[in-house]
Structure formats: C-alpha cells, structure tokens
Antibody, heavy 121, light 110 residues
Framework: EVQLVESGGGLVQPGRSLRLSCAASGFTFDDYAMHWVRQVPGKGLEWVSGISWDSNNIGYADSVKGRFTVSRDTAKNSLYLQMNSLRVEDTALYYC??????????????WGQGTLVTVSS | QSALTQPASVSGSLGQSITISCIGTSSDVGGYNYVSWYQQHPGKAPKLMIFEVTNRPSGVSNRFSGSKSANTASLTISGLQAEDEADYYCSSYTSSGSVVFGGGTKLTVL
C-alpha cells in the first residue's frame, strides 16, 4: 500500500524559511515523479512543484518560482520542499503526491494527508 | 498559468446523471491528454477518479467517466449516490511543463 507522510509544517514569520519532507513507502520511489500540491483551507487545489524520477525534469508554479526548491533523496525514499522568503499567501495545507508516471504529468494517483504551513507575524 | 474553468456548483438527484465541465486552452486541456479528475470529501485528501481523459484507476466505480472535446474536458457521474457528494477538481499538464487545476466544483446530491 502506498503511503506518503508529510512533515515539517508549522507557524513561521513572513520572510523566513521552512523545509517540508515527505516520507514515501509501499512503492519503488525511484520509478515515479513526485509533486507538491497545496490547498488553502476551504479553497481549491494549487500545484506547487513536480520532480521527475531522476530529478532531471523539475517544474514550479509561477507563484513560487525562485523561492521554493524541490528535491528528492532516493536513499531515504523522501521528497523535500525548501521554502524560502515565505509570504502570507503561502499559508496552506501542503500535500505530497505521487505521479502515475516517471515524468511530470497531471496524474496524481496517491496523496498524503498534508502538512499545514501558516505564515504570519 | 490561469486556472481551468469549472462551474462552482452542480446538483443532481439520487440516481440521476450529472456532468462537470472543465474549460482550458490549447496550451493545456486541448493540447494534451493528461487531463485528470479528483474527488475530495471534506477534511480528506483528494482521490484520483479519472486520468488521461478517459481512464479509471482500479477500484473507481464505472459510474464515473471522462471525455474531452477541443479545449473542454468533462466528468460524468451516472446513477448518483449520496457518497458522490464532494468537491471535484480537474487538472491538466501544460505546454510550459507545469500543471494547472480547475477551481473546483461542489456536487450536491439531492
């Protein structure tokens, strides 16, 4: 059974940094692209970033480009999101999601339960 | 990266069928077959219901079906059941290598 467990969320001041982690299990992590998707409570889904199986293909939403960095560690079966220069509008529940394929597509076939990031002074 | 356009809400009676539209452009929905649909119940993570326009993951009821014409994708749910009441989101791969979601549609089962 695929399991994705996010961690690292919390309360942070505007302009500060935070690093999210996603521990993956139940599948061959190396074989699939991975994503971060966020959702403001009560609002819609927003794709944040995706990374291919080999880290050679990485994409970001315009809203986070230049501030967020996605990475993956095969040895630890983990996905990361380094978030710098955080803004109030980055406040959301951040989901880790597995792609159905090796490259970045729009097929998120498994999701974690999310970790909440609150940016506030 | 403009969001795909979905109706804010749709409703249908038990046993009826409904269709949710997802309008994009030739740079996303119209240009690729990487259109997916997700169901989200309150307080839960989204669940993949349809991928690559028409495909159902194993375990998803065949009451759910997808289609696409030009820049518009559609999700049809037949034989509405009470447990279908949820929010539904479409997504598409885009020509810039990113992914875009629709704004979401709240389905009410009467």
């Amino acid at each position: 059974e695929v399991q994705l467990v996010e961690s690292g969320g919390g309360l942070v001041q505007p302009g500060r940094s935070l690093r999210l982690s996603c521990a993956a299990s139940g599948f061959t992590f190396d074989d699939y692209a991975m994503h971060w998707v966020r959702q403001v409570p009560g609002k819609g889904l927003e794709w944040v970033s995706g990374i291919s199986w080999d880290s050679n293909n990485i994409g970001y939403a315009d809203s986070v480009k230049g501030r967020f960095t996605v990475s993956r560690d095969t040895a630890k079966n983990s996905l990361y999101l380094q978030m710098n220069s955080l803004r109030v509008e980055d406040t959301a529940l951040y989901y880790c999601s597995k792609d159905r394929w090796t490259t970045v597509t729009a097929v998120f076939d498994s999701w974690g339960q999310g970790t909440l990031v609150t940016v506030s002074s | 990266q403009s969001a795909l356009t979905q109706p804010a809400s749709v409703s249908g009676s038990l046993g009826q069928s409904i269709t949710i539209s997802c309008i994009g452009t030739s740079s996303d929905v119209g240009g690729y077959n990487y259109v997916s649909w997700y169901q989200q119940h309150p307080g839960k993570a989204p669940k993949l219901m349809i991928f690559e326009v028409t495909n159902r993951p194993s375990g998803v009821s065949n009451r759910f079906s997808g289609s696409k014409s030009a820049n518009t994708a559609s999700l049809t749910i037949s034989g509405l059941q009470a447990e279908d009441e949820a929010d539904y989101y479409c997504s598409s791969y885009t020509s810039s290598g990113s992914v875009v979601f629709g704004g979401g549609t709240k389905l009410t089962v009467l």
